[in-house]
């Protein structure tokens, strides 16, 4: 199989919901958000996933990711490192950061059961960036399977886009049609948002979800819930 064939198949098995890293079991708040009534339909939960989109991706988890690509691909350890540990600091809960601990053990511990893993030198020199944020193996994993960049930080929107929906139609609740009409309508904005992302000068990386991260640190106490944040 030619090599560009096999590096987007590589990358819709990274990106694959079916994947082991536990994000189906993983709200961000978003269960709290609807126990309290900020969201109660489709509308309330576009401009909820809009504004996380627009203000936390394109400004945080994807130019990190795109920053450890480039370290990864460079074999820069400390690079690697250092932009993995701003992410898990940008983390503003501990549900958050433990969710991203918890993923990053889980893709860490995938990578290495791979059939190539033994070819992979960095998923032992690099251990401890993998293990503090999940997109250091997203990040690895698309180095090493040559996976473009533009379509990793694609891929990798699409994936958190597609779990909140699937989230959101357990919640809100919505339908399947309803979840599917969110997903049409968010995909728009995922191109212009890894576009924006791309730009992004270190001393610009930064995001802050207030709406979320009060609702992630209420979700701590909910007395009854189905996600685990």
């Not at 936390?56 to 990190?64: F, G, H, K, M």
């Amino acid at each position: 199989m030619p090599e560009s064939e096999l590096s987007h198949l590589r990358l819709l098995q990274l990106v694959s919901p079916n994947l082991p890293t536990g994000a189906f079991t993983y709200s961000q708040g978003l269960e709290w958000a609807v126990e309290c009534g900020w969201l109660k339909n489709r509308t309330d939960t576009h401009d909820w996933l809009k504004s996380i989109l627009e203000d936390s991706l394109q400004y945080l988890e994807l130019p990190l990711l795109a920053r450890l690509y480039d370290a990864a691909k460079n074999n820069n350890s400390d690079c690697f490192l250092q932009w993995s540990q701003r992410l898990f600091a940008s983390r503003e809960t501990f549900e958050l950061r433990n969710e991203e601990i918890q993923r990053a053990r889980a893709l860490f511990t995938l990578l290495k059961k791979l059939p190539d893993s033994e070819t992979w030198p960095q998923l032992e020199n690099d251990e401890p960036a993998l293990l503090a944020s999940q997109i250091a193996g997203y990040a690895l994993a698309a180095s090493h399977w040559k996976i473009n960049l533009n379509d990793l930080l694609l891929g990798y929107t699409w994936s958190w886009l597609e779990n909140a929906v699937v989230v959101a139609i357990k919640l809100v609740p919505l339908g399947q049609s309803e979840g599917q009409q969110l997903l049409y309508e968010l995909s728009d904005d995922i191109n212009s948002t890894v576009e924006q992302a791309l730009k992004i000068n270190n001393d610009e990386i930064g995001a802050s979800t207030p709406a979320m991260a009060i609702a992630s640190s209420l979700h701590e106490t909910q007395y009854t819930r189905l996600f685990r944040s």
